[in-house]
């Protein structure tokens, strides 16, 4: 079984709800990194979710290898540097982080799916969440050329690729891809405010990487992981959401062939992404807010990754 990267904050209460389904679900090791806070109460929560972790790994036979920041470093930094560190050991690695809960079949959904990804250089990553309605997934799973990333799975050779000009400022054009103009732009935005800061997302990054390289993503016919990411320890979730706290399902590994599910993206681009034409302007605005009256909330995404370090112990 794989080994699990499984970035905290905190969250200290989900610590062993996810730690127990690793074990469960036959993880070979996992790699905990635990962001650094900013206030007195997010060094207070952060401090119980290491002592919840410490606390496990002393009682279970679970290979638990722990980083943990001084500092915040934020998501993308997390993200991003945890996968280049661990990857120097590992083949491949699934990815949770501390409002995810994976259903009893999302391990192995994962594991047929990278049997699938060694037979099919296309395919980029794995995803576990699914949120769409079954008249569109019909309950197998299929290709997509959007991920989601709520519980998600991914090789050392395919994160090299995707990684590779992650950090670049190279807009996507849309002569090179079979792509509307609005939709680039909606891409080539997000990107833009990630890399100068004023935005802490890497999901916009890869999604953005996978159009370059013209990547998929494998995808479950049902949500194979509950996202609980809407409480009060939220940094992009607010409210209800369509992905938070939607139901899971059982993975059957007598499952169809894989296909691509074209139905699938377009419900995505509207209804996940909701990209539309006025996406062509308001990017523009918000570009000018940016230039002339907003502030980075972060250093550039490339600064930051030079800054920090991620070490996990053994």
Not at 35 to 43: A, L, N, P, S
Request: glycine residues 6%; proline residues 3%; contains cysteine.
């Amino acid at each position: 079984m794989s080994a699990v990267l499984l970035l905290a904050y905190r969250r200290w209460q989900n610590i062993d709800v996810i730690l127990d389904a690793c074990r469960e679900g036959g993880v070979a090791r996992v790699y905990l990194h635990i962001d650094g806070g900013t206030t007195r109460q997010e060094v207070a929560d952060i401090t119980r979710t290491l002592e919840m972790a410490t606390s496990y790994k002393k009682q279970s036979n679970l290979d638990i290898r722990i980083a943990v920041q001084t500092k915040n470093i934020g998501c993308a930094v997390s993200m991003i540097l945890s996968l280049n560190s661990i990857f120097r050991e590992e083949d491949q690695l699934i990815v949770l982080e501390d409002d995810c809960i994976p259903a009893w079949d999302f391990f192995k959904f994962i594991q047929s799916s990278f049997q699938q990804m060694k037979r099919d250089s296309r395919i980029g990553i794995v995803c576990g969440a699914q949120f769409a309605p079954f008249s569109v997934t019909t309950n197998k799973w299929f290709l997509s050329r959007y991920p989601l990333n709520w519980g998600w799975g991914i090789t050392k050779s395919q994160w090299a690729l995707l990684s590779s000009r992650i950090v670049e400022t190279d807009k996507l054009k849309v002569a090179n891809y079979k792509l509307s103009n609005k939709e680039i732009t909606y891409w080539n935005a997000g990107a833009r405010r990630a890399l100068q800061g004023y935005t802490d997302v890497w999901d916009t990054l890869l999604v953005r990487e996978m159009i370059r390289h013209g990547s998929y993503s494998i995808l479950p016919g049902v949500n194979l992981v509950q996202n609980i990411g809407n409480d009060e320890h939220a940094l992009h979730t607010s409210g209800v959401q369509l992905w938070t706290n939607y139901p899971t399902g059982s993975f059957d590994s007598k499952t169809s062939s894989l296909e691509f599910n074209p139905q699938f993206d377009r419900w995505a681009r509207s209804i996940l992404y909701g990209i539309s034409s006025r996406h062509i302007l308001s990017t523009k605005i918000t570009w000018f807010l940016d230039y002339f009256l907003r502030k980075p909330k972060r250093k550039p995404l490339s600064e930051r990754i030079q800054l920090a370090e991620v070490s996990f112990d053994k």
